[in-house]
């Protein structure tokens, strides 16, 4: 059996196991925020469903695995069913690090961290998006689970 994902001519992997942790985020403008995080940082627009002039649920696919969901605020909601817009934070792994930085610095993204390499092994930066959120990049994929074969 074939365990290699399949790959795209710039070796970026099209497969990869669902992701089972889909950090949510709520957007006072969600158009605005999912062409930000589609055009500009690069994320896959994989499913919008939009009730009226509103996003009622996004996903955005990162192409190296995981994703995001988000919608858009409803300050009329249930008390703790909405995060308020622009207090999320998220970390990507990513191996395209320094790529992805200068994109993002050239396209005039404010960069809340500068890109650097850490001491557990990691290079990362960090951004806001038009919303406020805070996003980090990097090449931290975690630690090994207890009990993994390595």
Request: aromatic residues 8%; proline residues 10%; contains cysteine.
């Amino acid at each position: 059996m074939n365990t290699t994902p399949d790959t795209t001519p710039d070796t970026m992997p099209t497969t990869a196991p669902a992701p089972t942790i889909w950090p949510g985020l709520q957007a006072n403008d969600a158009p605005a925020l999912i062409d930000f995080l589609v055009g500009t940082v690069g994320f896959l627009r994989t499913a919008v469903y939009e009730d009226g002039d509103r996003v009622a649920h996004a996903q955005l696919d990162w192409p190296e695995g995981g994703g995001v969901m988000l919608g858009s605020y409803d300050p009329s909601a249930p008390e703790g069913t909405c995060g308020t817009p622009g207090t999320a934070g998220a970390y990507v792994v990513t191996d395209r690090v320094d790529e992805l930085y200068e994109r993002l610095v050239a396209a005039g993204v404010r960069v809340t961290t500068e890109i650097e390499d850490k001491p557990y092994g990691s290079r990362e930066f960090g951004i806001l998006d038009p919303e406020g959120n805070r996003w980090s990049f990097g090449t931290y994929r975690g630690e090994p689970r207890p009990g993994a074969a390595s």
